[in-house]
């Protein structure tokens, strides 16, 4: 099973939410500016209908950066501010689906787009 991603909710929604599996690879422009960061190539599960910003999230993760905290989260657990501390700041990213700027849910996107889940 896939380990939380840091986009889920903790809630107490136990419903199972549809996941989309993907990889991720840096544009050509971003690893020359940036020559430190190096992402897995394997592909990971997130939820379908996850967009930019909690992509960004997972991808700040994987690169072992602070994850930027959701809007209007609360403050509550404060263990996860200290698990930041030390690391460097969160990158903004853009993502791309079949060369367009992703700018909905990814499985919105993908539909629309025409590729199977």
Known sequence: EDPPSPTDDHGDDDSPETKIR???ILAAGVRKD???LELPT???AVPASIRKKGLSAVV???LDRAVEQKDGESDSN???DDD???KLPAIPFD???NDKLLRMGLESAARKEGLSL
């Open 84 to 86: 930041d501390e030390g």
């Open 22 to 24: 993907v990889s991720f």
């Open 95 to 97: 993502f791309l689906l």
């Open 60 to 62: 700040n993760h994987l």
């Open 34 to 36: 940036r020559d430190t």
């Open 42 to 44: 394997d592909p990971i």
């Open 78 to 80: 404060d263990d996860d």
